[in-house]
């Protein structure tokens, strides 16, 4: 049997996945530069809401065997990615 947990952040990647491959889709159906750049810029705020989304749902199913030192760490990573993923 496949733990519920393990099943949400499967099911959101697949879904971040799909909406990626339509987009790319939906760019080739545009056929311009400036119109693909658009739907390109819209998936930049996928990325990140997937991430923490998915990294959040883990952090729960597995937070009664971590210590708070343990989640703190976790937090500055994953806000140390976003950092460096939306800094410009």
Same mark, same amino acid.
């Given at each position: 049997?496949?733990?519920?947990?393990? %099943?949400?952040?499967?099911?959101?990647? &697949?879904?971040?996945? =799909? $909406?990626? /491959?339509?987009?790319?889709?939906?760019? !080739?159906?545009?056929?311009?530069?400036?119109?693909?750049?658009?739907?390109?810029?819209?998936?930049? %705020?996928?990325?990140?809401?997937?991430? &923490?989304?998915?990294? =959040? $749902?883990? /952090?729960?199913?597995?937070?009664?065997? !971590?210590?708070?030192?343990?989640?703190?760490?976790?937090?500055?990573?994953?806000?140390?990615?976003?950092?460096?993923?939306?800094?410009?």
């Amino acid at each position: 049997m496949i733990d519920k947990i393990v %099943l949400s952040m499967a099911s959101i990647r &697949i879904l971040s996945g =799909s $909406i990626e /491959v339509l987009a790319a889709l939906l760019m !080739l159906r545009l056929n311009q530069p400036e119109k693909a750049l658009a739907v390109n810029t819209a998936l930049a %705020l996928v990325g990140p809401i997937v991430l &923490i989304t998915t990294t =959040s $749902i883990g /952090v729960i199913g597995i937070a009664d065997k !971590l210590s708070w030192g343990k989640i703190g760490w976790i937090v500055c990573g994953v806000g140390c990615i976003l950092i460096g993923i939306l800094k410009k």
